[in-house]
């Protein structure tokens, strides 16, 4: 159990459709970074966000967006679903914005989407 | 740019048996190094660290690795393998002050066979 939540567990949708991901955490960590993790292959950094801000973005279209709330919870949006988009989303939570990269990340267990 | 390659995809090792994955990196500065392993269905799970201090890291579950920076390798080793090891493992590398964003390699796949 790391203390990171992440609904929905697993989704299906349909090219062209909306998605919405969701991560929450009852400890205090400031940064959240979501990664996408396709089948057999090791996650991709999609962004991360400080105090409610994108800080940080990977090689990742403008369809993938992003909200942090002032508790910290953050929401993935994906928009115009393709079948590439098919993955294990992951939330990743830490403290301290952009500063040194050797603070750890807490891993959530993912939300499987599946896009027909 | 930074980079990671994990040699092997798949690895198969007995019970009782040294475990060792490899993992090279390509980095423009000295880098932040680490070892994550994912159980099925489950997030990722931290198992050491490098940050520039001892280049021998020991980590959690009998797990260590050594920084080479001349070979550009950290490679992860365990002295007895046991059962509850078979996972992926995943070798990851970041930049200091690069907003912590984690570039993972492909990972491998252990098997522990009895």
């Known amino acids: 159990e790391t203390g990171v939540t992440q609904s929905p567990t697993h989704l299906i949708k349909t090219r062209g459709q909306q998605v919405t991901l969701r991560c929450s955490s009852q400890s205090g960590h400031n940064t959240v970074s979501w990664y996408q993790q396709a089948l057999g292959q090791g996650p991709q950094f999609i962004f991360q966000?400080?105090?409610?801000?994108?800080?940080g973005r990977g090689n990742f279209p403008p369809r993938f967006s992003g909200l942090q709330f002032p508790n910290y919870s953050s929401e993935l949006n994906v928009n115009a679903l393709e079948l590439d988009d098919s993955a294990l989303y992951l939330c990743?939570?830490?403290?301290?914005?952009?500063?040194?990269?050797?603070?750890?990340?807490?891993f959530g267990a993912g939300s499987r989407l599946t896009v027909l | 740019a930074q980079s990671v390659t994990q040699l092997g995809s798949h690895v198969s090792v007995s019970e009782g048996a040294l475990v060792l994955l490899r993992c090279n990196y390509s980095s423009s500065v000295p880098p932040y190094l680490f070892w994550y392993v994912q159980y099925p269905n489950q997030g990722l799970q931290l198992l050491l660290k490098y940050t520039s201090a001892a280049t021998l890291v020991k980590g959690i579950n009998g797990f260590e690795a050594e920084f080479k920076k001349s070979e550009t390798s950290f490679h992860l080793t365990k002295p007895s393998a046991h059962m509850s090891d078979a996972a992926e493992y995943f070798c990851a590398v970041s930049e200091p002050g690069s907003a912590r964003q984690l570039t993972f390699g492909s990972g491998t796949q252990l098997t522990v066979l009895p």
């Open positions: 990743a939570l830490s403290l301290g914005g952009s500063s040194s990269g050797a603070n750890v990340l807490t």
């Open positions: 966000y400080y105090r409610e801000e994108e800080n």
